[in-house]
């Protein structure tokens, strides 16, 4: 089994994406017999060039021309970086959209089926309306687009149960999707390291969906309940930092609560927290509390999107989706004690590694892949199972 894993982000990119498909390129080896990776950055160079010049000439068309040259650079990278490739003899294409898909089965002449993980919250377009004003005829262009992306594809994987609900109206009628949860390498689980210091860690983009608004407010929160032996790292960067810092700032919490942008080495950081808390509006998954669980922290977040699926049937760790400032302060007091958070770890772990583990994961992925792979597009159905 020969697999092409494409992605409209590089394997520069501080997201969650880059961080699916780098295991899987660490981890497949072994289970398959070769895996390449293809970016934007694979794009020919004459391609590149010509693309930074329809940047340029975009940039004067506002709003719209920015999206659609985003659209248009992705797709035409990938396919091109692909066309390169077109006398190689892959079996599967592994997209991590459904812009990469689309270009990779079309720059491979229609000879290897793509598969697609939807690493999406809602839907793309969704996506786009959180972040910019859209026209109604902007957005209807966008979702022509994208419904026909999704058509170019053969099968989908989602990884949650949410997310497969939520996208149910973009996939082909009768096509394979299987849920197949994000998976991390769960160690032997270590004795945590008692803290002087009461240390919550959020990691994620700083952006309106990762509300980490919520966690500034409930530190001023905690501060008003007369609780001050703690500190809140933020670790990443996005377009709310400087509005959030002022808030800060104007709150005079900085005592209290820090931006340490992106950091390589965000897992020493979860590891030695005392708890690590997501404050996400809406998220598909949620890698970095699979991740904190994995390290042994305890985990606090609202109860929105997939991310219910992580935790067992009692929730612990969970809040609601629509919790106030002072109720996530409130939550957080609940585990200022040592033992309490031990025992928050404990449980979190024990139901999360027998699920969510890496070995499991890739497992999955390669039982799809044959199902997927040498099949005609529109024959791929969704009765179409892979062994559990």
């Known amino acids: 089994m020969k697999v092409l894993i494409v992605s ?15 295991r899987l390129l660490s981890t497949l080896p072994g289970s398959v017999e070769s895996v390449t990776l293809l970016t934007p950055d694979d794009a020919p160079w004459a391609i590149r060039k010509l693309l930074g010049l329809t940047r340029r000439i975009a940039s004067l068309l506002g709003t719209k021309g920015h999206l659609f040259h985003i659209e248009f650079d992705n797709f035409v990278s990938i396919w091109s970086a692909t066309r ?9 294409i592994h997209a991590q959209d459904v812009n990469a898909g689309a270009a990779a089965y079309l720059g491979l002449n229609k000879q ?9 919250n809602n839907d793309p377009v969704y996506e786009y309306q959180l972040k910019y004003t859209l026209s109604h005829r ?14 170019q594809n053969a099968a989908f994987i989602t990884v949650s149960e949410y ?7 973009w996939r082909p009628e009768g096509v394979l999707c299987e849920v197949i949860q994000n998976g991390v390498a769960f160690p032997k689980q270590q004795p945590r390291i008692a803290q002087d210091k009461l240390t919550i860690v959020n990691v994620g983009t700083v952006e309106e969906r990762k509300n980490q608004r919520l966690l500034i407010e409930a530190a001023e929160a905690l501060r008003n309940k007369g609780f001050t032996n703690f500190q809140v790292l933020l670790l990443g960067d996005g377009p709310k930092r400087q509005e959030w810092q002022k808030l800060i700032d104007d709150k ?3 005592e209290y609560v820090s931006f340490l942008g992106f950091r390589k080495d965000a897992d020493a950081y979860i590891q030695q927290a005392s708890l690590y808390v997501h404050t996400a509006i809406n998220e598909s998954w949620g890698y970095t509390i699979t991740e904190a669980i994995a390290l042994g922290t305890p985990v606090i977040a609202l109860a929105t999107g997939g991310i219910p699926e992580q935790f067992n049937k009692r929730k612990p760790g969970l809040i609601a989706k629509n919790a106030t400032a002072n109720e996530l302060a409130d939550a957080i007091l609940m585990y200022r004690d040592e033992d309490q958070q031990n025992e928050l770890a404990a449980k979190q772990f024990a139901f999360a ?12 992925h390669v039982a799809l892949y044959h199902i997927v792979a040498g099949r ?13």
């Open 353 to 364: 590694s027998e699920r969510f583990n890496l070995t499991s994961m890739i497992k999955k």
């Open 376 to 388: 005609p597009k529109k024959s791929v159905a969704v009765k179409t199972m892979i062994e559990q």
């Open 8 to 22: 409209s982000m590089n394997q520069t990119s501080q997201t969650g994406v880059t961080a699916h498909y780098n």
């Open 84 to 92: 390169q490739h077109r006398k190689g003899s892959f079996d599967i």
């Open 252 to 254: 005079n919490l900085s």
């Open 163 to 169: 997310i497969k609900s939520t996208s149910s109206a």
């Open 138 to 151: 902007t957005e209807q262009q966008l979702r022509n687009w994208y419904s026909y992306l999704f058509n």
């Open 112 to 120: 290897v089926n793509s598969l697609v993980t939807c690493h999406f």
